[in-house]
């Protein structure tokens, strides 16, 4: 399994004030073929200094909604993407219900957005993108496995709803980790991707850190809304790559706590971003964020000094073209195009972090996408440097900045030479090789 992407904090605390989003051009909004799904007002959070630069995300896009490439680019080639649309479409049903209030609450606690069924929408789009299966994922059979999990534990410790909340932990965490048998996986091989979809993860009881978080929180939930629990637990989410989360009582909570507790809003972005890092195209070079490798492999950043790296990523980034020239979008060590683009246009929807629109314009920028992929890094470029933002609070890097110049530059130029990515390719896939 690819290691968590993380995020900064494992909290996000966000207080009510209002903001006004900042003017755009519509043009970077005409792109007429592709669909595009709601992103309703309920989704924008409110400012935080905690996190002042992710947050206003929300306040600087647009309020129209954003249009996205990747199910009409499977329609071109030929894919029929109707259940991978309708997975999109629960998806965005489940985040629409995300209120300022519930991006902060826990994930212990029963809200409006169902979780559960938001992990089965993300695995049941990804699903249909790499299965090409006539049936959807079964998202309902699964919510009916997560509930069972839940009735199985009282029927077997019901007396620990009655004890102390110590003892409701430890035999929570025994039904869980040894009676069930769920595990955190630790490999990193194409087999343990698996352990990132909700579905695998209940069928196959291993999984990431943010699926076994969202199955403890998922029963927990059950329980309270069953009305049987009478005690607050949290859950104590794992920064690093081998704990289970662990919960305790909320009670007894310590300040130094407050980095692992994990909200609706994070937990979405947590999984999410698992995807992405596990299918990002580049997987050299780990020392570089995504959008580096990413840059690099378009020469749009500097290299490394190690001439025998240098070699391998040249060779991997034009094995990668060659790739999607002939169609082909998935390779073992070398990601899943489809699966980062999906990861991406759904972190974007969550409007968290303005980055998430420069990562997937950088794809867009390999798939030959040309004016979609501008029109992405510019509206990065408003909300970046949108007056409302601090700057001190954004994590670009140098480095990053100056490859968001080198590639918009680069942009630029192709379509002033008439390069255009659907006007002049019927099917990008087939045809996607940049004019240098």
């Not at 998922?218 to 794992?238: A, Q, S, Y």
Request: aromatic letters at 10%.
């Amino acid at each position: 399994m690819m290691a968590s992407a993380g995020i900064s904090s494992g909290t996000l605390t966000l207080s009510s004030s209002s903001s006004t989003p900042s003017s755009h051009s519509n043009d970077y909004w005409k792109l007429s073929k592709f669909p595009f799904y709601p992103s309703p007002a309920s989704l924008l959070p409110s400012r935080s200094p905690a996190c002042n630069c992710r947050c206003q995300l929300s306040a600087a896009l647009p309020q129209n909604d954003l249009k996205f490439v990747l199910h009409d680019a499977l329609d071109s080639s030929g894919q029929n993407t109707i259940h991978a649309r309708a997975a999109r479409d629960g998806f965005c049903s489940e985040i629409k219900k995300l209120s300022s209030i519930e991006r902060e609450t826990s994930i212990s606690f029963y809200g409006g957005v169902d979780l559960g069924r938001a992990a089965l929408h993300i695995a049941a789009e990804d699903d249909s993108l790499i299965s090409h299966s006539s049936v959807p994922l079964p998202v309902d059979d699964f919510i009916e496995r997560l509930d069972n999990l839940s009735m199985d534990y009282c029927c077997h410790y019901s007396s620990s709803l009655s004890s102390s909340p110590e003892h409701f932990v430890q035999c929570l965490e025994r039904y869980l980790y040894i009676d069930k048998g769920f595990q955190r996986t630790k490999a990193r091989n194409l087999v343990e991707h698996r352990a990132l979809y909700l579905h695998s993860v209940l069928t196959h009881r291993s999984g990431s850190a943010s699926m076994l978080s969202l199955i403890y929180s998922e029963i927990l939930k059950m329980l309270h809304m069953w009305g049987i629990l009478n005690f607050d637990v949290e859950i104590f989410f794992p920064h690093d790559s081998y704990s289970s989360p662990k919960g305790y009582h909320k009670q007894k909570s310590k300040e130094s706590d407050q980095s692992h507790i994990m909200t609706s809003q994070s937990l979405l972005v947590e999984i999410l971003k698992d995807l992405k890092h596990a299918f990002w195209p580049f997987q050299l070079n780990h020392t570089r964020s995504l959008f580096l490798r990413a840059a690099q492999a378009a020469h749009c950043s500097n290299g490394s000094n190690n001439t025998k790296e240098s070699a391998v990523e040249i060779a991997s980034a034009k094995a990668a073209q060659h790739r999607l020239q002939r169609g082909v979008w998935t390779s073992v060590h070398f990601g899943d195009m489809r699966r980062a683009l999906s990861a991406c246009e759904r972190l974007i929807l969550l409007k968290t972090d303005p980055n998430e629109l420069r990562d997937y314009a950088v794809l867009l920028y390999h798939c030959g996408f040309y004016q979609e992929s501008l029109q992405y890094l510019k509206l990065y470029m408003d909300t970046k440097n949108s007056s409302s933002l601090e700057q001190s609070s954004c994590s670009s890097s140098d480095m990053e900045e100056d490859a968001v110049e080198k590639l918009m530059v680069r942009l630029n130029l192709i379509l002033m030479e008439g390069w255009s990515s659907h006007s002049d390719n019927r099917n990008f896939i087939f045809n996607n090789s940049d004019p240098w």
